[in-house]
């Protein structure tokens, strides 16, 4: 399926491929490297050799918002998944599952990837996510386990990816 998109328009239709060529800068990561260690009150990975980890905390460690605990409180997302069609309504529970346990394996080693939220809007289902990989990831597990069409818009200058997956 084709997108087609209004003039001016920032989002860039395309396959992750393409879309993730260059530098991709999150807003909410951090600008500066944090003082080592640090954890995050919220969630409680652990700032640890450049990248954030589940690890044990150290005593003397610092405290900061990690950037998926700050997308969360802010409630602004970097990836959208709309699960959209008849198969998505008979086979919800399934699709979900598949996007959780997703999820849980990514997260294991990425503590900066999580589902935000999960809502039926409009007939679909809609899968919010702290990352724009974990989006990304998602889409490509359904449209791998069950074909359908899968379609991608990223916004680069807002660090968001809307992915759109239809059976």
């Given amino acids: 399926m084709k997108s087609v998109q209004p003039p001016g ?8 491929l393409e879309m993730f060529d260059g530098q991709i800068k999150d807003p909410y990561q951090d600008r500066e490297k944090l003082a080592e260690p640090t954890v995050c009150a919220d969630c409680g990975a652990v700032y640890h050799e450049g990248r954030w980890q589940w690890s044990a905390v150290p005593a003397n460690a610092h405290q900061a918002m990690c950037p998926a605990c700050h997308r969360i409180h802010d409630k602004l997302p970097a990836g959208f998944v709309s699960i959209e069609g008849p198969f998505a309504q008979a086979h919800r529970e399934e699709l979900i599952s598949v996007a959780r346990n997703l999820e849980a394996r990514e997260k294991a080693d990425h503590p900066l990837q999580r589902i935000m939220a999960i809502e039926d809007q409009d007939n679909q289902l809609v899968i919010t996510t702290t990352d724009i990989h974990l989006a ?3 889409g490509d597990a359904l449209h791998h386990a069950y074909k359908g069409e899968l379609d ?10 809307r992915v759109r997956w239809r059976h």
Avoid at 9 to 16: E, K, L, M, Y
């Fill in 9 to 16: 328009s920032t989002f860039r239709p395309g396959r992750h």
């Fill in 136 to 138: 990304r990831a998602i």
């Fill in 152 to 161: 991608y818009q990223y916004n680069e200058d807002e660090y968001l990816l």
